[in-house]
């Protein structure tokens, strides 16, 4: 079975995702609430975000060989995530791999699995 990397189309269409992604977020006002938590400056964040998928989709581990193990979800220990923020970031990035033209299929495998990580990152009762 090949993996989630190779069938989106590698490394370009990661980065392309994760470019639609942050614009999506700085540009939106239902994300408001999750662009505020982020720095002014988004480009760390899109780097960061583009290696780390690159290794969680099956591809190369750019962010493990830069950075070390992620430990995601001590490193979201900062910013409070409820489910109002895990949702507005799932509706973010829904609408970033259908606007960047992920098949239909895959999006679903991956809403799924992008799910199961942005679920686990909740961090204060509701
Ligand atoms: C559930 C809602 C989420 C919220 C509100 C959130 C928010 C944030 C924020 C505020 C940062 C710091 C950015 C900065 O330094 O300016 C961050 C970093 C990051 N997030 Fe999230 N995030 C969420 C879910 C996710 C998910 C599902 C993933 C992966 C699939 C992810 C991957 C990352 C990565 C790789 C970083 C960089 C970590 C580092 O500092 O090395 N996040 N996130």
Same mark, same amino acid.
């Given at each position: 079975?090949?993996?989630?990397?190779?069938?989106?189309?590698?490394?370009?269409?990661?980065?392309?995702?994760?470019?639609?992604?942050?614009?999506?977020?700085?540009?939106? $006002?239902?994300?408001?609430?999750?662009? +505020?938590?982020? /720095?002014?400056?988004?480009?760390?964040?899109?780097? +960061? =975000?583009?290696?780390?998928?690159?290794?969680?989709?099956?591809? $190369?581990? =750019?962010?493990?060989? +830069?950075?070390?193990? $992620?430990? =995601?979800?001590?490193?979201?220990? $900062?910013?409070?995530?409820?489910?109002? #923020?895990?949702?507005?970031?799932?509706?973010?990035?829904?609408?970033?791999?259908?606007?960047?033209?992920?098949? #239909?299929?895959?999006?679903?495998?991956?809403? /799924?699995?992008?799910?199961?990580?942005?679920?686990?990152?909740?961090?204060?009762?509701?």
């Amino acid at each position: 079975m090949e993996t989630h990397f190779l069938r989106i189309g590698g490394e370009d269409t990661i980065r392309r995702l994760v470019d639609r992604f942050y614009d999506l977020m700085d540009e939106d $006002p239902d994300y408001y609430c999750i662009r +505020k938590m982020h /720095a002014r400056d988004l480009t760390e964040a899109r780097n +960061k =975000l583009f290696m780390f998928l690159s290794g969680w989709t099956g591809g $190369p581990q =750019l962010y493990m060989e +830069k950075f070390g193990h $992620p430990r =995601l979800r001590q490193r979201h220990m $900062p910013f409070a995530i409820g489910e109002s #923020e895990r949702d507005q970031w799932m509706a973010c990035m829904q609408r970033a791999m259908d606007e960047v033209g992920v098949d #239909e299929k895959l999006r679903e495998e991956l809403t /799924a699995a992008f799910w199961k990580t942005a679920d686990f990152m909740r961090n204060r009762e509701e």
